[in-house]
């Protein structure tokens, strides 16, 4: 319909590994592919987001970084704090995208992979997009064919940021 709630509360990193593990860890041990989790050492206990939402962006982009990945490694990197937010980082060395694709990357329904041999509808990076603002953070990839693409996660460590984020939506 266009719009999304968010319920906002501290959730712990510790969580979010967790959901990291869950989701791709037996994915990968099937289709024997590398996935690492960095943790930064001064990375805070827990940050404001809504839970279900941070999940479901976690989800498209491991998707995405294996689906695209030919196989190689799959990294996550949980990045210190810069200018009151935190990041997270998906990177993946697989067939990239060129200039052109990744120009619309988040265009609701673009698929960089026009052949149909990977499956999915072309909406996940723009529903990321959305989650990440709603959060009052941003979201940028970078991207090269076949070096791989990395995207990454800036958000706020002040809930009244993403509060008010939230209720501007």
Same mark, same amino acid.
């Given at each position: 319909?266009?719009?999304?709630?968010?319920?906002?509360?501290?959730?712990?990193?510790?969580?979010?590994?967790? #959901?990291?593990?869950? *989701? *791709?860890?037996?994915?990968?041990?099937?289709?024997?592919?590398?996935?690492?989790?960095?943790?930064?050492?001064?990375?805070?206990?827990?940050?404001?987001?809504?839970?279900?939402?941070?999940?479901?962006?976690?989800?498209?982009?491991?998707?995405?970084?294996?689906?695209?990945? %030919?196989?190689?490694?799959?990294?996550?990197?949980?990045?210190?704090?810069?200018?009151?937010?935190?990041?997270?980082?998906?990177?993946?060395?697989?067939?990239?995208?060129?200039?052109?694709?990744? =120009?619309?990357? *988040?265009?609701?329904?673009?698929?960089?992979?026009?052949?149909? %041999?990977?499956?999915?509808?072309?909406?996940?990076?723009?529903?990321?997009?959305?989650?990440?603002?709603?959060?009052?953070?941003?979201? #940028?990839?970078?991207?090269?064919?076949?070096?791989?693409?990395?995207?990454?996660?800036?958000?706020?460590?002040?809930?009244? =940021?993403?509060?008010?984020? =939230?209720?501007?939506?």
């Amino acid at each position: 319909a266009g719009r999304m709630d968010v319920l906002v509360e501290d959730v712990p990193l510790s969580d979010t590994v967790s #959901t990291l593990s869950r *989701f *791709f860890k037996p994915v990968s041990e099937q289709k024997q592919l590398a996935f690492q989790v960095q943790l930064d050492p001064t990375l805070p206990p827990s940050v404001p987001t809504d839970a279900v939402r941070q999940q479901q962006v976690l989800r498209n982009l491991l998707s995405n970084a294996y689906k695209y990945s %030919n196989g190689g490694a799959v990294e996550v990197r949980l990045l210190a704090p810069r200018a009151g937010k935190v990041g997270l980082q998906v990177e993946d060395h697989g067939i990239g995208m060129t200039p052109e694709q990744l =120009a619309r990357v *988040f265009e609701r329904f673009f698929r960089a992979d026009s052949s149909g %041999n990977v499956p999915g509808t072309g909406l996940g990076m723009s529903i990321v997009k959305e989650i990440v603002e709603l959060h009052a953070g941003s979201v #940028t990839v970078d991207s090269a064919p076949e070096r791989g693409t990395t995207v990454t996660l800036w958000l706020p460590l002040a809930p009244q =940021a993403v509060a008010a984020a =939230a209720q501007q939506a």
